[in-house]
Structure formats: structure tokens, C-alpha cells
């Protein structure tokens, strides 16, 4: 199975050839098996950036996953509509009385790209890999005991405590994908893929991935023949790429661009609310951050719409909560208005002595947290808060999060579905992205509340009460969630935004 | 003369092995932790554990360079964090576009650079001299990201003549290998072409007041044949040397065009195995772009021997 790689860049221009007059593409290393595909000729879109590698188990950039989406399944799926877990590789499943075994029934006649048969012995093997090697998604496994497999329709999920997220932690992103057994010494997963995905990996090279459709994937053959990534890291010349033709979708839309374009006709603009949000937090380890009434002082003196608006130009919603409108786990509190009178007077209450300063640091692999922190610096330095602004480089910021070296910072979560994804980890005492140092009882108590509670409606009223105390107590200095935007060319149907910004192509029709 | 080039290349050694030890220690100096870079925002420490220790940054410093040192030696300059590939596989996969790009450019700057020169040279405080001054002068100073854009929207946009980057190989599609070739390469080409220019221009007129000219000239020889033998041939001593300089700087990538016109070049992948922290990547391109330095010049010096054999020691 092994094959020699440094041939791509010549096989992806003969596939490139061939799947634009719809014949079979000459696979690298299954033999001629992608033969009959999709109609169509090929999807250009263009990406930000390249995927760093294929293995769906360690990678954790997102511009692999963009290729990955239409690669690998995993067991279950976010709906593209509201992000509720739908059947994918399992058709169905039950839970038992006590919450802690999970019983999967595998989907009949999948194959894997090289034609090789799907069942429960390819689910263990994956998730174990994930578990034994710890590997970077590990801790979505934290309550698993066992996986196991008593026929080949059949994997039951034994958990440690009562898991109501299972599904989100199994099925959020394809970091949870099923390879076959034993992919990991059969092939080499940083350049390979062997999935049951709609698209096949065809072949990478620095200036794009190439995918081809899957003629036998168990939801059907994809529309198009097949998928090119280009990576075109300059938006504005992304966009000049669209309106001229070379490539037919892109994500990489200058924000300045999002309002004059939605009126080009050239173009078509699509934006959805993400289920990102983005967040100030401070060091409770340095006075006079750890006092509750400076941390609410800051809180109030920020214009949250202003800064969403300076940050993406109107594309994003101001939020005091981390979870979007969207949501069936939105919460609908917003305590903070904007009012620097009460600001004041809650830093004076404090015994803070004005200009207090703080340091702010953001990142330029986030553009957007470097013009946020201008706006949020001169509406603090109206109540005599003086911010400096640290602009780091990404592995910087992250290493000085981590060491606890900073005054505040400005962040964002991304990409999370299930309430505890977006409070658990950073709110809870000793959470492991607890970096601000934030220790409440019962928060503490409501969030391990939440972790294990079954009932959707109870589950939702623990969340509530969480997210009340985080906002009250500025944890998080919560700001806004930013819209998805992406634009392809007119005429292009049968894709779907959505809010996860998973991407997939498997429907897309080419104009 | 053997003497002379195995001297030279003892030097180049020596440079490269203190090269080496810089650029192993450079690297460790920049701030920022690779694993937890690696690892994203979300993760346990477990993880991040078994993920220090395969990689081999829990050992102490000098046993990392030396097992490094002594794997390139051999050409293996390690595996990178971030994709898993090779070093030098993913620099080979890089050159082809590099090494296009460079030469391209090179040649775009020669083309401006030589004739405009000498004709300034020639025609000292002329209209032409004049021109050339405030042409190299925007080519120097003008930013090369805007002029990037600038001529991504003209000539891909509006125009809608040529594609507004990435990079196809020759040998696949010849003419759209050309297509992408021509914007970049003007944006390279027109900054390097402004430099050498002035070098061209001053070195002409140093060698046009060089008293052999003088004879040549007395000795009544025609205008054409001094200017070609006396005055081109000495003129063209200091124009190897900045043109080896102007080519090794664009051998070691040049970050903003490439970004710009997307074009997967080593400056590209030299960007990026910073940002990521990728160590074994950074090093192995910061050796990289040394050695081409190293080269360029070795040759350069060669070339000066060649062309001007009082230097033949």
C-alpha cells in the first residue's frame, strides 16, 4: 500500500485532466477504483492556507480539516441546519438505563476508498489509537472505559460516568474519524487518506489538495467530479481569483469587502452566525484583576457592538454570553451596557487608582483580536484604565497563557456545539483551559451538573444558571460571535453555510 | 588555481559548521512552544506529554544539536512537527517553484537593469539618466505587497489577462506555467532590477574614466570597440557580484510576493515554519538558504577569476 509520493504533482494534473471530462481518475496507490464519479467537472475552491497533514487523529488545523470534512465519516454528524447530531456511519442507538453504555448500530454496505468493507472492528480501532496513543483529541474520550465489539454491525461505547454529550464528542469534527483497522501501519496517514468519505484523497502538493469523487460512497456519488483546494493566503487576491473565474468558492473574504459585496451581482455572499465566540479575560492571579468589582468596572466601560463592528465590520452579533442566538442553549442575559459612569465608580469602590494600567495581549494569527484591542483601549482609557496592547505571534500568546504571564488577553473559542465544550474546560477549578484562574463552588457544582444530566430542558436550566454566574462573576469578558462568511460563484447550488464552518461539498453543483 | 577553489571551499566549511551551531541556537532562542503550538488551544497535559517526548525536545540542548548536526550530515535534516513529512522532502517539493521564480526574476532585473545603466552611464544628467534615477528609486522604495495587489487587480481583475497566482509546473502546462510566472516575477524582477541599475550606471562610469579607456580611446579605436572590450568587460566585475547577491536573496524566497500571488515557494515555507515553531523545518531552511549563500558566493568568486585573472592567486 505504500507508494511513492514524490510523483503527485504530475498524477494530480492527469486527474485534474480527467475529471474534467468526467472519466475515471488514475488513483495513487488503490489502482483504478475511482472510475465512474461524479458528472461534473472540478470544484476550485480557494483556502487560506494548507493543511498542515491528513492524519484526522493528530492535525489540529482547520484548513486540514476543510479537506478532511469530505474524506473521513464519523459515527454520527452534525445536521447542517442546527448542529443537532444526526446517523452517519451508525444508522441508530440506544443508551441504556443508567446512562453509561452506549449501543451503536453500524450502517450496512460502506466501503472504504480502496473497497475494503466498514464495520465496528474499524470504530475500536480508531477510537482506541485516539485513547492509547493520546493523541491531540484524547480528552473527548476522558469518560470512555472500553470500546468494544460484539458483531460487525455493533460497537458499545462504556462510559465512567453518564456522558449526555456523547454524540457532540464523537461526531463535532472529523478529529473523530473512522480509518480501517490497522491504517496507521498500512499507510501513511500524513499524506494519505483511506476513508469512507464522498471525496478520495488524490493528491497534495505547496499549492493545492485534489480530491476526486468517490463513485461508491454509501450516500451516494458525489455531483462533482471532484474537489481542488488552492491555497491563496492574500483575501484580496482570493476574491479577485472568484470574480475572475480561476476558482468557484472561497472562505477567505477581506470583512471590509462583506458589505460592499453583498450587492455584486458577480458574487454571491452568504453569512450565518458561527458557533464562535470571542472573549477578554484577566489574570485572577494579579491584583487588582482578582478583584470581582475591577474585572465588572471593565466590563462595563466596553461597547461590545463597537467593537464587534470595528473587529468584522457588522458581521458578527454582540454577545455577554458565550453561546450564540441560534443556539438551543442560548441564554438570553446581557447585564453589561455600555457605562462609564458606573465603571468608575465601581473601580473607586475597589480602591483601584486611576490611570491603572493593562497589559492586553492579542495575536496576529487573529487579526481581528489586534484591531478589537484599539477599540477596547480607548473605551477603557475613558474611565482611566490605561491598555497596553502586546501584539504576539501566536506560539508566543500561547506560551505566556500558558505560563500565566499577562494582565488580560483576547481570544476565541471556536468551533464548539455542546454547552460543556463552551464553559466546562475554561470555567471549572483546575479546568485545563482555565488560564485566568477562575474558582467558583458552584459553578464548579453546576458544571459537573451539566456534564452528566440527560435531560435536554434540566441540562439547558443548569447551563443558565452557569452562564449567569461566569457573566456576573467576568470570567470571560464574553463579546461577540462572529458571522461565517463565504462566497462562491453565482449559480453554484446545492451547498450549505454553516455555522460549524465544516465545509462539504458532497451536494455541490458547479454553475 | 586548484589551490585557490579547494581554499575557498575549506572556507565555506568552516563558515557552515559555525553557520550551523547559530542557527540550532537562534532557533531555541525565539520565544514560544512548539508542543503546545502543535497541540491547539484544547488539551491535557497527558498529551502534551507523550507529545514533548516524542519529539525529543525533553533532551538536553547539546544532544539535540548534535544528533541533529550529525543527522545532517547525511542529508536527513529531521521530520517536521507539523506535517510529519520530511525536511528535505518538503524543501525538494518547494525548489522547483523557488528556483523558478528566482531565475525569472533575475532575468526580468537584468533586462532592466543592464541596458537602462549603461545608457544612464552613458549619458550622464540626460533626460534618460534622470528618468532612470526616479524609476529605480519608486522600484526600491514602492512596497512590493502593494504593487503585488496593485497588479493582481489590473492584470486578474480588471484586465482579466493573466491568472492572479499559484504556480503550475512546466513540464505540465507550459503555457499557464508562464501566465503565473509574469506578475511575480515583474514585482521581483522590477525591485532587484532597481538596485542593480544604480550598480550598473556607477560601474560603467568608473570604467569609462579608467585611464586604459583613455589609451584605448587615444590609441584611436572605435567608439564601439572600446565601449564593448574596455568598458562593458570591466564594468560587468561588480555587476556579477550584486546579481549573485540578488539571486541568493531570491533563492531564500521572497516572503510577501510569494504569499501574495500564492506562489508555493521556499520563502512561503520558511513563513510558515516559523509561525508554526516547526524547529526541525526552520533549521533545516535557515541551513538551506546558508548554503546558497555559501554557493553564490564561491561561485561568484570563481566567476571573478575567470573574468579578471589579476585575481588568480
Redesign the interface.
Known sequence: MRSSK?AL??VA?GVLALGACGGGGEAVDTGAGGGGGGEGGTLVAAVAA?P??F?PH?T??YPSFQVLENVYDTLVVPNAEDLTMEASLAESWETSEDGLTWTFTLRDGVTFHDGSEFDSADVVYSYNRIID????N??RFANVAAVEAPDPQTVVIRLSQPTPNLLERIGAFKGMAILPENAAEDLDL??EANGTGPFRLESS????TVLTAYADHWGGAPSVGGVEF?????P??AL??L??G?VQWTDNVPPQQIEPLAGDDTVELQTTPSVDYWYMSMNYARPPFDDRDVRRAISFAIDREAVAEAAWFGAAQANQTAIPEDSFFHYDYAPFQRDPEQARQLLQQAGVQTPLTMGLMVTD?FPETVTAAQVIASQLGEVGIEVQIETL???????RQ?QGDFDAFY?G?LGNLDPAAYYQ?QHQTDG??NYQGYSNPQVDQLLQAGSTETDQAARKQIYDQAAQLIVDDVSYLYLYNPDVVQAWAPGLSGYQIRADKAINFETVELP | MTGYLLRRVGQALVVLAGVSVLVFALVQLVPGDPIRLALGTRFDQETYDALLARSGLDQPLVQQYLSWAGRALTGDLGVSFRSGETVTSLIAERLPATLTLALASILVALVIAVPLGTVSALRPRSVVDRMATVVSQFGISVPDFWMAIVLILVFAGTLGWLPSGGYVPLSEDPAGWLQRLVLPAVVTGTVSGSVITRFVRSSVLEALGADHVRTAQAKGLRRREVFTWHVLRNALLPLVTVTGVQLAYLLSGVVVVEIVFAWPGLGQLALQSVQARDYPLLQGAILLFAVVFLVINLVVDLLYTAIDPRIRR
Request: proline share 4%.
Open positions: 514524490r504533482p504530475l494534473a494548507q498542515d497533514q492524519d493528530v489540529t488545523a496513543e493520546e493523541l491531540s484524547s480528552f500524513t499524506t502538493d505547496a499549492s493545492s488552492r491555497y491563496i493566503t492574500e484580496a487576491a479577485t481569483a470574480q475572475n480561476e494569527e505571534d501566536f506560539a508566543t500568546w500561547l506560551d500558558g481570544l473559542w474546560e485545563p483551559n
